[in-house]
């Protein structure tokens, strides 16, 4: 067993097999300093549109939330007066209002913030990170670096292919 696994080191060690690996590592190096910021580009429109799809399901909740409201005022004698007694300060003359809270007549008291108290908050979906090593190369110091060893890794490359078929 321990002869096979000696006589691939002699492949692996070889001046192609280098050669070929400095290529493809020089290739994936500069791809990755290429293709990150079409990558974060992408992950900032997924993040848009997660807030954009949040907002439109808070949204279509208030809506259907006023669609209910409003079939229910115009069916309930009691839920239309108590709305005309919130908005309006409009009371029936039987009645005696008592006022707990003293701050309440200088709040918001329409429909909408009504409604509001009813609605459920909506969280949007979190988008996933960008792999670290790909936002390593989105580093402005680094980049050149990244840049410049990758083309020396496929001329170095390129200069051992040459060398090993001349031999």
């Given at each position: ?44 429109a ?41 908005q ?13 809270d ?5 709040q918001?008291?329409?429909?909408k913030?009504?409604?509001a ?14 792999n ?27 200069f051992?292919g ?6």
């Open positions: 067993m321990r002869a096979r696994s000696l006589i691939w080191i002699p492949f692996v060690l070889s001046v192609g097999t280098i050669s070929w690996g400095l290529l493809l590592a020089g290739l994936v190096l500069m791809a990755a300093v290429v293709l990150a910021p079409a990558l974060r580009e992408v992950k900032a997924e993040e848009t549109r997660n807030d954009y799809q949040a907002t439109l399901q808070l949204l279509d909740e208030q809506i259907a939330l006023q669609k209910d409201f409003a079939a229910a005022a115009t069916k309930d004698q009691v839920l239309r007066e108590r709305l005309a007694s919130r309006l300060n409009l009371n029936r003359k039987d009645q005696d209002v008592l006022i707990l003293p701050t309440m007549p200088n918001d008291r329409s429909v913030s009504l409604l108290e009813s609605l459920k908050p909506v969280a949007p979906k979190p988008v996933a990170p960008l670290p090593l790909l936002a390593m190369t989105m580093n402005m110091a680094l980049r050149p670096l990244l840049i410049m060893l990758a083309c020396t890794a496929i001329c170095l490359s390129f051992l040459v060398k090993l078929q001349r031999a």
